[in-house]
């Protein structure tokens, strides 16, 4: 029961910056919104999450709209490490430990 | 500092078979959730502990069950093994109460059922 919508995959040139976008139209309130990453083959990694303010951490930044419907995760300056499926969650606080992963964007990041 | 554990690797089991993995979690977290990952229906959540207590449950079938020990340690146990159980099952744990770093974690124990 995904509440987000990705695109499937992306592109990227290594250097350049990385735009996810991410769409969450029905989230509601308390919900926050969490962005992860897996590499193939192993578990998924935490990235950065947010409730309304941008936030910003030593891996990526988070943009979430005024509204909240959507957000987009920013890597500054992509490397072929960055090539993975990106998952955007939104969870209630009190139900955050059990996320819905959707299908993710697969990012490519191309030399 | 140590990360999630999840021990096996792999594991082949034939139909019918039950099986158990295990999972432990970094030093201080008290909440363990295992989620499966397959390529036809991605990653879903199959159970959360906390202080040895289920506290939420996904859309899986009684044959999956868990359990957490009082040292936050965690097993899930799968009974009457289907082909359709061969996935990759992931192990996380967080803090619980911690709003800063979500969860992490471990490799997974990719099971093959024959």
């Known amino acids: 029961d995904a509440k987000t919508t990705q695109p499937p995959s992306m592109d990227c040139a290594e250097g350049r910056a990385a735009n996810l976008p991410c769409n969450h139209s029905t989230i509601s309130g308390n919900e926050y919104v969490y962005w992860y990453r897996q590499i193939h083959s192993q578990g998924p990694q935490y990235i950065i999450h947010g409730l309304k303010n941008n936030e910003t951490n030593e891996m990526a930044s988070l943009i979430i709209t005024e509204d909240r419907k959507s957000s987009t995760l920013i890597l500054p300056h992509a490397t072929l490490r960055d090539t993975a499926v990106y998952y955007c969650?939104?969870?209630?606080?009190?139900?955050?430990?059990?996320?819905?992963f959707g299908s993710g964007t697969k990012l490519n990041v191309k030399p | 500092k140590a990360g999630v554990t999840q021990t096996p690797r792999y594991l082949i089991k034939t139909r019918g078979q039950q099986v158990t993995l295990s999972c432990s979690p970094i030093s201080g977290h008290r909440s363990v959730s295992w989620y499966q990952q397959t390529p036809g229906q991605g990653l879903q959540f199959l159970f959360e502990?906390?202080?040895?207590?289920?506290?939420n449950k996904g859309n899986f079938p009684g044959r999956f069950s868990g359990r957490q020990f009082s040292n936050s340690r965690s097993e899930m146990n799968v009974s009457t093994l289907e082909l359709g159980d061969s996935a990759l099952y992931l192990c996380?744990?967080?803090?619980?109460?911690?709003?800063?770093?979500?969860?992490?974690f471990g490799s997974g124990t990719r099971l093959t059922v024959v």
């Open positions: 996380a744990s967080s803090l619980a109460q911690n709003r800063n770093y979500g969860y992490t």
């Open positions: 502990y906390f202080s040895e207590t289920q506290r």
């Open positions: 969650i939104v969870s209630n606080w009190n139900n955050f430990n059990k996320f819905y």
